[in-house]
């Protein structure tokens, strides 16, 4: 069974190569006019410091550089991303403010919040897909598994009394695991907390027995043996972590609950503005340093087409709401 990258990836491919190819004919285009022609606004909808604004700001300078126009990274943070996204959806469809969206603002939003006050596809033109970040199945040194089917074995065995942690409810990490435990049938208890980093440091004191996140927050815990690595949530093995597989190959195929991020223009921005926009960011996602900052995240690149990147917010919205829904995820 393909995943959904592979498949968007697919679906893509003459798209994408339009998109590679097709830029100096795209500057000269009617409804680009040369574009742009002032500075672009890229909008945030969360606080500085976090993976969405680390790869905003990546791309930004990419961009700028490549244009010299001057993108500015606005943080517009509040309600799950909500707020920051809304206002890109109301924004003129120009080209000129765009959204750093991820799993949560495109996908998720729709299921948690029973008022949300964007529609992700019908609000926003897709621009590009910019990476994806697997999530890695970690467990207290206490914990007695080796394996998922050992950390399923022993949930069952102990109905409720495994407790799982997350950065908050409706996170990314809460998703992962809320669908481990569909596909498994355990009972798992979440701790939510406000944020990865405390969640990590009550996991390695053994406060609370496992929990799926990305790998840049556990790089030294693993190294120092403080943690232990199961499995990792992506189609294929992460370089990092050779020898962890995935989830899917432990015995639970079709499991992927990687977290991704991409670019969204308002609805009705010109098509030619949106091909030059993602063949300019899937040429810098080519960047040396762009991709240096991208692994620093634990994160890899997802060069697609518009059209790609349309149908896995899409894809993801329908993935998404049975297990919110099961999971009985509410928004904090």
């Known amino acids: 069974m393909k995943s959904i990258a592979a498949r968007a990836i697919q679906a893509s491919a003459s798209a994408l190569f339009l998109a590679f190819f097709g830029v100096s004919a795209l500057a000269q285009a009617p409804g680009s006019s040369g574009y742009p022609t002032k500075p672009i606004r890229l909008v945030v909808p969360f606080t500085p410091g976090g993976s969405t604004d680390v790869l905003a700001r990546a791309i ?7 244009w010299g126009q001057s993108v500015v990274v606005e943080n517009v943070p509040g309600a799950g991303g909500a707020i920051g996204a809304d206002k890109v959806a109301k924004a003129a469809p120009d080209g000129y403010t765009l959204l750093m969206g991820h799993i949560g603002t495109l996908a998720v939003n729709p299921s948690l919040y029973p008022r ?3 529609n992700p596809v019908k609000d926003f033109a897709p621009v590009a897909w910019v990476a994806r970040v697997p999530n890695v199945l970690v467990v207290h040194p206490s914990v007695a598994a080796r394996n998922v089917k050992e950390l399923v074995a022993l949930a069952k065995s102990r109905p409720g009394q495994l407790n799982y942690g997350s950065g908050g409810n409706g996170s990314a990490a809460n ?4 669908f481990l435990k569909l596909q498994t049938g355990t009972s798992l208890v979440h701790i939510p907390y406000r944020g990865t980093a405390p969640a990590v440091t009550d996991l390695m004191a053994g406060q609370i027995q496992l929990m799926f996140t990305g790998l840049p927050a556990l790089v030294a815990p693993l190294k120092g043996g403080q943690l232990r690595a199961l499995a990792v949530s992506s189609p294929q093995r992460l370089e990092a972590l050779p020898g962890v597989p995935t989830v899917a190959e432990s015995g639970y195929p079709g499991f992927e609950a990687d977290q991704w991020y991409g670019v969204v223009a308002p609805a009705g921005t010109p098509r030619d503005v949106v091909a030059r926009l ?6 810098a996602l080519a960047a ?3 991709k240096t900052r991208l692994a620093a995240e634990g994160a890899i690149a997802t060069p697609t087409s518009p059209e790609a990147f349309g149908q896995l917010i899409a894809s993801e919205i329908t993935r998404w709401k049975p297990v919110i829904a099961g999971g009985r995820v509410k928004a904090d």
Request: charged residues 15%.
């Open 60 to 66: 930004g300078q990419e961009l700028t550089k490549a």
């Open 116 to 118: 949300l006050p964007y």
């Open 175 to 178: 998703l992962a695991t809320e």
């Open 278 to 283: 993602n063949a300019q960011i899937n040429q």
């Open 288 to 290: 040396p340093e762009l």
